[in-house]
């Protein structure tokens, strides 16, 4: 009996051993609950802050996210807590934020439906409330703190300014008419607004962790590109309801996230690019699309393949087989062809989406940036020029044949690119490296950098867009005290400079409804 007694009281002393180093350490799951959850919300899932999930940090390392709580983030709602936390709780709560929740976060049909709000005294108006051109307006996404400003492109001064969702990425999506903008955060909401009465129409969330948003070319759906959860959802552009959600899976069942979804006006049809499996998914926004094969039927009892299934009509899918999972697309002229990245980021792979398949490969080492691809004609030749993330160069292809005509070196990897029509010149970024500052300016036919410009020296100066007719190219100056600068696009001289918070992108009404040749779509 002794020697029982003895053995519980060693089992009793290790057990005490083993415990006190995990109650001595701050309980971040508690901590999360008393500070955090209110804004973040209880499952990590946003509320008037931002998703604090490990894919929503995005290139976020853990030291910074420490520093965001110890100092708080200038320009918005997030509190330093340097004061009320010590060093350990802060280190536990990012050990917290920046792991996996025990079960996966949902976002169903239901949730999207419950988050829908539409705005419920919107100013009815059957033309603008200001005198200034209403196709020649710029919005401008200023992430710094998380607001938009419209742009009078011919006085070049704001109309208005207002806040957004936290997080805006992609390009904001405009009706034909040039009436309505979408804008969509990395959070999944997506926001309705008026150009012509400057007032937001309504808002929705469409996922948890989105990537970029289209508008079909009739102008009445919007397809979301959701990570998290792994679904392609539809929403009605006049009143954001839910039309359809597609989970991503590929033809045998394997989930996907969906990296991006484009429109594709001549083919009247959403195209999106599956991050986790080799097939591209076009889905048809025309009620009248013809019948097009969506997978194999299996018959488990006969163990064997019974036929193609398929669908037509209104958001008919078609899935296109890649050789690999391709991302980040550059379509041609008439949307017959794409060009796509392989993640292994040494060439891109053209699709032609008219026969389904594969048609070329182009060797692009440095991860070409192809969603930045800008094209125009040269020599009678249609042509298209991308940067690449990771070497300081940009390349230029014949859209013929597909050869690689032209490769320039720059002073570093760039992001964006940009032309017009009306414009001989193609600017583009250096986006990385020690010169951030940077901009350079090629010309279209001899494809020479001609000048190279550096609007605040030492402060990252990017994306570049032009007002509708190519008189002007504004430049953002990535900074919290940011700013855009005015160049007059033929003399390159500096016109004006607005001050602005971290302006990421700006994008023209004109040029984007009428797809001009170099701005993104
Ligand atoms: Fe973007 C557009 C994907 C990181 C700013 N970015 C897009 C689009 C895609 C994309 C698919 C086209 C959307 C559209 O117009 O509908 N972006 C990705 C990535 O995969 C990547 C590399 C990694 C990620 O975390 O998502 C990425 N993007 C960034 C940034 O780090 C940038 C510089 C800062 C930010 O805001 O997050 C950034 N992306 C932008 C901007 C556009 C964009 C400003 C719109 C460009 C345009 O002129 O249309």
Known sequence: MRWLLQLVSVFALAAVWFTVPALAGPDAKELYAARCASCHGPERLGGTGPVLLPDSFGRLKKEQIHKVIENGRPATQMPAFADQLTETEIAALVEFVTSQPKTPPTWAEADI??????????????????????????????????????????????????????????????????????????????????????????????????????????????????????????????????????????????????????????????????KDVPEIWEVATDPDAPPVYTGLVHSHEKGMVEGLASSSGLFALRRIETPVPMDDFFFDRNYRNLIGSARDGNEAIVVNLNVGRDIARIPLPGLPHLGSGVSWMRNGHDVMATPHLKESRISVIDLADWSVIKTLDTKGPGFFMRSHEDSPYLWTDVFFGPNKDL?????????????????????????????????????????????????????????????????????????????SEGTSH
């Open 439 to 515: 901009l350079h300016i090629i010309d279209k036919q001899s494809l020479e950098i001609v000048q190279s410009l550096r609007p605040a020296p030492g402060k990252t100066a990017a994306h570049v867009e032009f007002d509708r007719y190519g008189k002007y190219a504004l430049v953002s100056i990535w900074e919290n005290e940011g700013a855009i600068v005015v160049y007059d696009a033929n003399t390159l001289e500096e016109v004006k400079r607005l001050p602005m918070s971290k302006p990421s992108g700006k994008y023209n009404v004109w040029n984007k409804i009428n797809f």
């Open 113 to 274: 439906t419950s988050s829908r709000s539409m705005a419920a005294n919107v100013q009815k108006v059957d033309k603008p409330i200001y005198s200034a051109d209403p196709l020649n307006l710029f919005v401008v996404v200023e992430t710094g703190d998380h607001h938009a400003t419209i742009l009078d492109g011919d006085k070049l001064e704001p109309l208005t300014r207002f806040a957004t969702k936290p997080a805006l990425h992609g390009g904001p999506k405009f009706t034909s008419d040039g009436r309505y903008v979408f804008f969509m955060s990395r959070d999944g909401w997506v926001t309705k607004y008026d150009l012509w009465a400057l007032a937001e129409v309504g808002e929705v969330r469409a996922g948890i962790n989105s990537r970029n948003i289209a508008l079909s070319s009739d102008g009445k759906h919007i397809a979301v590109a959701n990570y998290l959860p792994k679904t392609l959802v539809i929403l009605s552009a006049e009143d954001l309801s839910v039309e359809k959600v597609f989970e991503a899976a590929d033809k045998d069942g394997k989930p996907s996230r969906v990296s991006a979804v484009y429109q594709a006006p001549q083919r009247k049809s959403f195209i999106a690019a599956l």
